[in-house]
């Protein structure tokens, strides 16, 4: 594997560009809000970070020395272990258990360290007679290797890859703000009011960005197998929303919609704090009346927050008759509610 930078650099690099405290909190929120372990290692697959306190999500079945032994080692690289999937790396343990680094980029394809996420469970879990099987192979206790695989996150692969997308914008976006001002300071410039906007923006910037944005509509459609969808900005002057991003929706739609807060269901949701799941043209008394697009046979609606502000609304809907995972959605809308708070907070801590 070839490095942006020589071996012997390689720490140094990683230590100045990656705080271990800020990144502590980042990587703590992430967890949280993605019920996935994570871990930092540097370009040498060195352990750079990891969350003592975290025992949850694979963390404790990695301290099996059969299980875990294989990645880590004393003298080895993890990231020998390993291999090549699409734009990220994969490890795959004996147990049916996977793993991803995420590459944490200057630019593109000069990593400073990776994110290594999981382990995780890809589609399905064995049954429980072929972990008996395996835990007797290995010499594992059968109901303490069960409890720990319980705790272990079960995703398609499509929901991964829209996640491992997400983490690695945050994570590119971070470590780029943080190179422009060690790079600002070892030349001792005073960075004039037009260059700090570029260097410092808000974690509120972050958040209303396209990409930003792109990432979030494109992840809650595949958590909620719904094929159209919008993410619509609070406009807090004029006290409307507008459409920002959105997917399977005519454009000229998209530019021209504006929603007066209170107005519409996306209105009420601001209004009322409140989520919807809508069912063809089904509503309580005081949404029904809004309920006038017959074509449309399942909808979710719900307000989205920035440090406990609504900054948005995300809207999901389908065409098709069968019902996409409608009783998962509140679960979804509060999973990708955590996404936010912590994009905010890693943006913020810089």
Same mark, same amino acid.
């Given at each position: 594997?070839?490095?942006?930078?020589?071996?012997?650099?390689?720490?140094?690099?990683?230590?100045?560009?990656?705080?271990?405290?800020?990144?502590?909190?980042?990587?703590?929120?992430?967890?949280?809000?993605?019920?996935?372990?994570?871990?930092?290692?540097?370009?040498?697959?060195?352990?750079?970070?990891?969350?003592?306190?975290?025992?949850?999500?694979?963390?404790?079945?990695?301290?099996?020395?059969?299980?875990?032994?294989?990645?880590?080692?004393?003298?080895?690289?993890?990231?020998?272990?390993?291999?090549?999937?699409?734009?990220?790396?994969?490890?795959?343990?004996?147990?049916?258990?996977?793993?991803?680094?995420?590459?944490?980029?200057?630019?593109?394809?000069?990593?400073?360290?990776?994110?290594?996420?999981?382990?995780?469970?890809?589609?399905?879990?064995?049954?429980?007679?072929?972990?008996?099987?395996?835990?007797?192979?290995?010499? !594992?206790?059968?109901?303490?290797?069960?409890?720990?695989?319980?705790?272990?996150?079960?995703?398609?692969?499509?929901? @991964?890859?829209?996640?491992?997308?997400?983490?690695?914008?945050?994570?590119?976006?971070?470590?780029?703000?943080?190179?422009?001002?060690?790079?600002?300071?070892?030349?001792?410039?005073? @960075?004039?009011?037009?260059?700090?906007?570029?260097?410092?923006?808000?974690?509120?910037?972050?958040?209303?960005?396209?990409? &930003?944005?792109?990432?979030?509509?494109?992840?809650? !459609?595949?958590?909620?197998?719904?094929?159209?969808?919008?993410?619509?900005?609070?406009?807090?002057?004029?006290?409307?929303?507008?459409?920002?991003?959105?997917?399977?929706?005519?454009?000229?739609?998209?530019?021209?919609?504006?929603?007066?807060?209170?107005?519409?269901?996306?209105?009420?949701?601001?209004?009322?704090?409140?989520?919807?799941?809508?069912?063809?043209?089904?509503?309580?008394?005081?949404?029904?009346? @809004?309920?006038?697009?017959?074509?449309?046979?399942?909808? &979710?609606?719900?307000?989205?927050?920035?440090?406990?502000?609504?900054?948005?609304?995300?809207?999901?809907?389908?065409?098709?008759?069968?019902?996409?995972?409608?009783?998962?959605?509140?679960?979804?809308?509060?999973?990708?509610?955590?996404?936010?708070?912590?994009?905010?907070?890693?943006?913020?801590?810089?």
């Amino acid at each position: 594997m070839d490095y942006p930078i020589n071996k012997d650099a390689s720490r140094r690099v990683t230590t100045e560009l990656i705080d271990r405290e800020r990144w502590r909190l980042i990587l703590q929120r992430f967890i949280e809000a993605l019920q996935i372990n994570i871990f930092i290692v540097d370009t040498e697959g060195k352990v750079f970070l990891t969350l003592p306190n975290i025992e949850r999500y694979g963390a404790k079945l990695l301290d099996y020395s059969s299980v875990g032994s294989d990645m880590f080692s004393a003298h080895d690289s993890i990231l020998d272990r390993f291999k090549k999937h699409g734009f990220y790396l994969e490890y795959h343990y004996s147990l049916g258990l996977h793993s991803f680094a995420v590459p944490i980029d200057i630019e593109e394809g000069k990593p400073v360290a990776y994110l290594v996420v999981g382990p995780v469970i890809l589609t399905k879990r064995l049954d429980n007679s072929e972990y008996e099987a395996i835990a007797q192979k290995m010499g !594992l206790n059968f109901r303490d290797l069960v409890d720990a695989l319980h705790d272990i996150r079960v995703i398609s692969f499509v929901n @991964l890859r829209a996640i491992l997308d997400l983490l690695y914008e945050v994570s590119k976006y971070v470590v780029q703000l943080t190179y422009k001002q060690v790079e600002s300071q070892k030349k001792h410039i005073k @960075l004039a009011d037009e260059s700090r906007e570029t260097i410092t923006p808000s974690a509120r910037s972050l958040v209303y960005s396209n990409d &930003f944005l792109s990432s979030l509509l494109e992840i809650a !459609l595949k958590m909620t197998r719904t094929e159209c969808g919008s993410i619509m900005i609070l406009d807090q002057e004029k006290g409307d929303l507008f459409i920002k991003v959105s997917r399977g929706i005519d454009k000229t739609i998209a530019r021209n919609t504006r929603v007066k807060v209170g107005e519409g269901i996306a209105g009420l949701a601001v209004q009322e704090d409140a989520s919807y799941v809508i069912h063809g043209t089904e509503g309580k008394n005081r949404i029904k009346s @809004l309920l006038k697009r017959s074509e449309i046979k399942h909808s &979710f609606i719900a307000p989205l927050k920035l440090k406990d502000s609504i900054f948005g609304v995300l809207n999901l809907h389908t065409k098709t008759d069968v019902d996409p995972l409608l009783d998962q959605k509140p679960n979804v809308a509060k999973r990708l509610s955590k996404l936010v708070s912590a994009v905010a907070d890693s943006a913020a801590a810089y």
